[in-house]
């Protein structure tokens, strides 16, 4: 069974500070991973996309970067955080282009003060 | 532009009453929508309840139903009798877009409370 695990599950920061959010996906060989985020009382928006390992597109530009170092890593990652960087994580695999679903992770929440 | 639309919550029923959230969409750039519902349980993480990827069809889950409508561009999620179990939050999502982006777009959640 294929299982996908989110870390940390929950995490506090300053403005300013360093952030790195990861996804592990096992279960599963080479699958296409996908980074959304939803801020409080809006809608989850996709963030980034890979379909191989080394190879990240960006889909919404928010002053945040992502990295697939191995094909089952997915690692979302800023310098300095923002305000408005606070909500929630969530990191998804699928397969295919978009005529397919996607499985989500259990999310990470941050919050920046 | 290509959004979905859903039923603002939070959605209050009472157990075994029948249930009806809404969902339209626009797809302006994507030749062929494909429609899921997601669902968010109280301390869970998002899980796929059911999707229709041709349209006229109708998918099943759980008890739930929702039809792919074309002409009225809508997917709404039917439930003959609810249970106080299904209280979460719903997502009505479109997906379908060409290319490797695989991205979904999400409608703002319908939070459904159950009553006993």
């Known amino acids: 069974a294929q299982t996908i695990h989110q870390w940390p599950v929950a995490e506090i920061k300053a403005v300013g500070s360093p952030l790195s959010l990861g996804c592990t996906i096992k279960g599963k060989s080479s699958p296409n991973l996908y980074w959304y985020w939803q801020a409080t009382g809006g809608t989850l928006q996709q963030l980034f996309y890979?379909?191989?390992?080394?190879?990240v597109e960006s889909v919404v530009q928010l002053n945040l970067s992502a990295s697939r170092p191995k094909d089952d890593q997915f690692i979302l990652s800023t310098e300095k955080l923002l305000l408005s960087h606070s909500g929630f994580y969530l990191c998804?695999?699928?397969f295919g282009g978009g005529a397919r679903e996607q499985y989500f992770g259990p999310g990470t929440r941050l919050t920046v003060l | 532009g290509d959004s979905v639309t859903q039923t603002e919550g939070p959605v209050t029923v009472s157990e075994s009453e029948s249930l009806i959230i809404n969902c339209t969409y626009s797809?302006?750039?994507?030749?062929?929508?494909?429609l899921f519902w997601y669902v968010r349980y109280p301390g869970e993480g998002l899980q796929l309840l059911l999707k229709v990827i041709t349209a006229g069809q109708k998918g099943s889950s759980r008890g739930f139903e929702a039809t792919y409508n074309k002409e009225t561009t809508s997917f709404h999620l039917q439930k003959a009798s609810v249970q106080e179990s299904d209280s979460a939050v719903y997502y009505c999502a479109l997906g379908g877009i060409t290319g490797n982006t695989g991205k979904l777009i999400f409608g703002l959640g319908t939070t459904l409370q159950v009553q006993p």
């Open positions: 998804a695999w699928g």
């Open positions: 890979s379909i191989t390992v080394g190879q």
């Open positions: 797809a302006t750039s994507i030749a062929y929508p494909n």
